[in-house]
């Protein structure tokens, strides 16, 4: 109970449910069983796999001071500079001249490699090219925690695969027989960097994109929600607020209305939709009735479909609060401000299976995991015009540890987060492997990718909506 003498402080949140949630997922494991694997037969060969495991071992001192060096340099999006320089600067200490600056994103960086002939059509007698397989990566932090996300672990994971795949290619000759991209991706927090770079040219000739997440398990698929941001701004008339008060119009009350509408609402949300909004501007001074207000808010949701349902009943909400108060509204949002669900490919995720078998982990199956601690990410927008994977890492031993918190910030930079970040390293270079050496695994990828909806419009997804307009690139 709480003590009413003290009451400086908030109340502690019961841990209940995090108990509750690991032991359904203990029960739901032994239901669901493991995760399929793809076959000892298929994908790269086996002394290729063997070889890349040691290359990776060989890389492992600096793909963990990469990790660590990101991880002591948090940046917020779109300010990555000491990440990109170190990534820019492991690169070249390998003989490898990123391009940096790309798509007209300062911190993003681009670096190829070209692969050695396509050795797996010839020996398959199939024809067709292995074409390309892209490796993106993240390395923006959350302002005031750093990476409570772990992004300096996925960076790391990335750029090790892409360094043990440059390196296997001088060593094994016809190791590669197609060409792999490392690009990455910066904001993915604060914006939908994706997005932007996707529009610019960023999947042009891509055939398949790959990239893993950190978390507190071992995860193929794990639910992740649309995300659709809205910037709204309340204009009213400011009036003295004690000789004259209804001589005004209260933008802040329109806010306060807003809020409380958006707080009904969520009674009769989809379970899995989300609604989250703060005030970035509530007025100036209490004695003015505040003439402008501006909120922030994000809406969630877990398929496309309802991802435009919730968005337009929150639109509604936010012209009701306008006409209650008489205030006028403005409801804004970029053109590339939309993250969509992501959609892991089925075939692909075997193969990331069976490197984190290889590993010592043992990857939870999709439905094991509840989806009620589901988030967003951009890399939705990538998975729904090529096919990819974004399974999850395990960098903490405790189940309990929450992305976006101080703990997760602390196991990125811990033993677990080392080991995470050699393990996803190998796991990305090995599903790249698995892709460029096997023309049945990637018929199955495409077949898998056309039957779960193909490729969709991503930039037109929203045209048809007229209650918002699109303003700027944020």
Same mark, same amino acid.
């Given at each position: 109970?709480?003590?009413?003498?003290?009451?400086?402080?908030?109340?502690?949140?019961?841990?209940?449910?995090?108990?509750?949630?690991?032991?359904?997922?203990?029960?739901?494991?032994?239901?669901?069983?493991?995760?399929?694997?793809?076959?000892?037969?298929?994908?790269?060969?086996?002394?290729?796999?063997?070889?890349?495991?040691?290359?990776?071992?060989?890389?492992?001192?600096?793909?963990?001071?990469?990790?660590?060096?990101?991880?002591?340099?948090?940046?917020?999006?779109?300010?990555?500079?000491?990440?990109?320089?170190?990534?820019?600067?492991?690169?070249?200490?390998?003989?490898?001249?990123?391009?940096?600056?790309?798509?007209?994103?300062?911190?993003?960086?681009?670096?190829?490699?070209?692969?050695?002939?396509?050795?797996?059509?010839?020996?398959?007698?199939?024809g067709e090219s292995a074409g390309t397989i892209a490796i993106l990566a993240e390395y923006d932090a959350l302002p005031g925690i750093g990476h409570g996300c772990g992004h300096n672990v996925m960076c790391a994971n990335s750029v090790g695969a892409f360094l043990a795949l440059a390196a296997l290619a001088r060593s094994h000759p016809g190791a590669l027989p197609g060409r792999v991209v490392l690009q990455t991706t910066p904001a993915e927090e604060n914006s939908t960097a994706k997005e932007i770079?996707?529009?610019?040219?960023?999947?042009?000739?891509?055939?398949? *994109?790959?990239?893993?997440?950190?978390?507190?398990?071992?995860?193929?698929?794990?639910?992740?929600?649309?995300?659709?941001?809205?910037?709204?701004?309340?204009?009213?008339?400011?009036?003295?607020?004690?000789?004259?008060?209804?001589?005004?119009?209260?933008?802040?009350?329109?806010?306060?209305?807003?809020?409380?509408?958006?707080?009904?609402?969520?009674?009769?949300?989809?379970?899995?939709?989300?609604?989250?909004?703060?005030?970035?501007?509530?007025?100036?001074?209490?004695?003015?009735?505040?003439?402008?207000?501006?909120?922030?808010?994000?809406v969630r949701s877990k398929y496309l479909e309802t991802l435009k349902e919730i968005a337009e009943r929150v639109e509604e909400v936010l012209h009701g609060a306008a006409l209650m108060t008489g205030t006028g509204v403005e409801i804004l949002t970029s053109e590339y401000c939309n993250e969509v669900p992501v959609r892991d490919n089925g075939p692909l995720l075997t193969s990331w299976v069976r490197s984190q078998r290889e590993r010592g982990r043992d990857p939870l199956a999709t439905g094991v995991?509840?989806?009620?601690?589901? *988030?967003?990410?951009?890399?939705?927008?990538?998975?729904?015009?090529?096919?990819?994977?974004?399974?999850?890492?395990?960098?903490?031993?405790?189940?309990?540890?929450?992305?976006?918190?101080?703990?997760?910030?602390?196991? *990125?930079?811990?033993?677990?987060?080392? *080991?995470?970040?050699?393990?996803?390293?190998?796991?990305?270079?090995?599903?790249?492997?698995?892709?460029?050496?096997?023309?049945?695994?990637?018929?199955?990828?495409?077949?898998?990718?056309?039957?779960?909806?193909?490729?969709?419009?991503?930039?037109?997804?929203?045209?048809?909506?007229?209650?918002?307009?699109?303003?700027?690139?944020?």
């Open positions: 109970m709480r003590d009413l003498n003290d009451l400086t402080r908030p109340t502690v949140p019961s841990g209940a449910i995090q108990e509750r949630m690991t032991a359904e997922t203990e029960e739901r494991r032994g239901v669901v069983g493991p995760a399929p694997a793809l076959p000892d037969d298929a994908g790269a060969p086996a002394g290729l796999r063997t070889a890349l495991g040691e290359v990776v071992a060989g890389l492992a001192p600096q793909i963990v001071e990469l990790s660590h060096d990101i991880h002591d340099h948090p940046e917020t999006g779109y300010e990555e500079h000491h990440a990109v320089a170190a990534v820019a600067d492991l690169l070249r200490r390998h003989g490898i001249e990123p391009e940096v600056g790309v798509y007209g994103m300062d911190t993003a960086l681009r670096a190829e490699i070209p692969g050695g002939g396509d050795a797996d059509a010839a020996a398959a007698g199939s770079l996707a529009v610019r040219g960023m999947l042009d000739g891509v055939d398949a *994109a790959i990239q893993t997440h950190s978390y507190a398990h071992d995860v193929t698929h794990q639910t992740w929600l649309g995300v659709r941001r809205l910037r709204v701004i309340f204009h009213g008339v400011p009036a003295h607020a004690a000789s004259q008060p209804f001589m005004g119009r209260n933008a802040l009350d329109a806010a306060t209305l807003a809020l409380t509408g958006i707080g009904l609402l969520r009674q009769q949300m989809l379970p899995m939709d989300r609604l989250h909004a703060i005030i970035t501007d509530g007025g100036q001074v209490p004695n003015i009735i505040p003439e402008r207000t501006e909120l922030s808010i994000m995991l509840p989806e009620t601690i589901a *988030a967003g990410t951009d890399f939705g927008n990538v998975s729904q015009r090529v096919p990819g994977i974004h399974p999850l890492i395990k960098v903490t031993d405790r189940p309990d540890v929450a992305l976006h918190t101080p703990a997760m910030t602390e196991a *990125a930079g811990a033993p677990t987060g080392d *080991a995470a970040a050699l393990d996803g390293a190998y796991g990305l270079a090995a599903v790249a492997l698995d892709w460029l050496h096997d023309a049945e695994l990637r018929r199955a990828v495409r077949a898998d990718f056309e039957a779960t909806g193909g490729a969709i419009d991503v930039a037109g997804f929203w045209e048809e909506r007229t209650g918002v307009r699109p303003r700027g690139d944020g």
